[in-house]
């Protein structure tokens, strides 16, 4: 008997930008060089040249780099469907990973693109801001057991920010606990720790100033019914109304992103095949660690879809 095909797209989040990402899309479709233009024209600046030309320092900012990712990933979605056949693989799932959940409301038709571009340039604008009111910071924290960081992260008022992976975990909080933290899972067996270089303690109970401030702005937006089930950072459970992404887009900057759990129930439901939609391949190697049975694919620019529909 032959195994059913279950597809999810995944949308990465902060971390896997770099400078050029996107030309590439911006040059050889039409519908992805409508999607820069249309971020550009919401924002009210070039978005674009930002991802095309950098410079790093300005890309990085976190206030530019989330809806920077946010387009590269629409922008490949729009490539995706000017050219589709019907070949493409339909989703079962859609999740992105803290800022890529922005992404998958959109891929979802909860909330139309300018729409989202727009709520991801605030929530960037909002953690940053949170960020410089209360400086904090993250570190990865590979080969230690989540219980016993968990205990660590208790002792020294942080917080486990992403349950990535077996073995790989990000704590977060102000930046002389996430130090205490860090040396204190060192001498705990943690194989290694690594700072990340983020602009604020995210998903963890600094971003509250960011929580408040968002809630304010995602109350005056109309949010769909999701057209294709939305895997929830927070609970690794489906959202499938608009009052659950409402809270969800909440709870997410002040909790932590179980995407460890997120892929695990996606598995169990029958998703053997993850495509990772954008920037980089962070989460196609985060996939890889969680289990390595399943099929991965990545489209991050142009020459993948043109080898994806044999245009080459």
């Given at each position: 008997?032959?195994?059913?095909?279950?597809?999810?797209?995944?949308?990465?989040?902060?971390?896997?930008?770099?400078?050029?990402?996107?030309?590439?899309?911006?040059?050889?479709?039409?519908?992805?060089?409508?999607?820069?233009?249309?971020?550009?024209?919401?924002?009210?600046f070039s978005l674009s040249r930002i991802c095309f030309e950098g410079p790093e320092e300005i890309l990085t900012q976190t206030i530019n780099t989330q809806p920077a990712l946010l387009t590269v990933s629409y922008a490949c979605l729009a490539a995706i469907k000017e050219i589709d056949n019907g070949s493409f693989d339909k989703?079962?799932?859609?999740?992105?990973?803290?800022?890529?959940?922005?992404?998958?409301?959109?891929?979802?038709?909860?909330?139309?693109?300018?729409?989202?571009?727009?709520?991801?340039?605030?929530?960037?604008?909002?953690?940053?801001?949170?960020?410089?009111?209360?400086?904090?910071?993250?570190?990865?924290?590979?080969?230690?057991?989540?219980?016993?960081?968990?205990?660590?992260?208790?002792?020294?008022?942080?917080?486990?920010?992403?349950?990535?992976?077996?073995?790989?975990?990000?704590?977060?909080?102000?930046?002389?606990?996430?130090?205490?933290?860090?040396?204190?899972?060192?001498?705990?067996?943690?194989?290694?720790?690594?700072?990340?270089?983020?602009?604020?303690?995210?998903?963890?109970?600094l971003m509250k100033p960011a929580r408040d401030r968002l809630s304010a702005i995602i109350a005056s937006i109309k949010f769909r019914e999701p057209a294709i089930p939305i895997i929830a950072n927070t609970t690794a459970q489906p959202l499938t109304s608009s009052e659950q992404i409402i809270n969800e887009l909440l709870d997410q900057l002040c909790n932590g992103v179980q995407w460890q759990r997120s892929i695990e129930y996606?598995?169990?439901?029958?998703?053997?095949?993850?495509?990772?939609?954008?920037s980089g391949k962070v989460l196609t190697g985060l996939v890889k660690r969680i289990d390595r049975q399943v099929n991965l694919q990545n489209i991050t620019g142009a020459a993948d879809i043109k080898k994806l529909f044999n245009l080459e």
């Open positions: 008997m032959t195994e059913t095909k279950k597809t999810a797209w995944i949308f990465p989040g902060q971390g896997s930008q770099s400078v050029g990402m996107g030309l590439d899309l911006y040059t050889a479709f039409p519908s992805a060089k409508a999607i820069f233009e249309k971020a550009d024209e919401k924002l009210g989703p079962s799932y859609v999740c992105g990973h803290s800022l890529g959940e922005y992404t998958a409301l959109a891929a979802a038709e909860v909330i139309d693109f300018p729409t989202a571009v727009f709520l991801a340039r605030e929530r960037g604008r909002l953690m940053q801001e949170a960020g410089q009111m209360s400086p904090g910071a993250m570190a990865a924290v590979m080969g230690m057991d989540e219980d016993k960081l968990s205990v660590l992260c208790e002792q020294t008022s942080t917080v486990i920010a992403n349950y990535n992976t077996p073995g790989q975990l990000v704590i977060s909080g102000r930046k002389d606990n996430v130090a205490k933290a860090s040396e204190m899972a060192k001498e705990h067996g943690a194989s290694r720790v690594v700072p990340l270089q983020v602009s604020g303690a995210f998903h963890s109970p996606m598995i169990n439901n029958g998703v053997n095949h993850f495509i990772e939609i954008g």
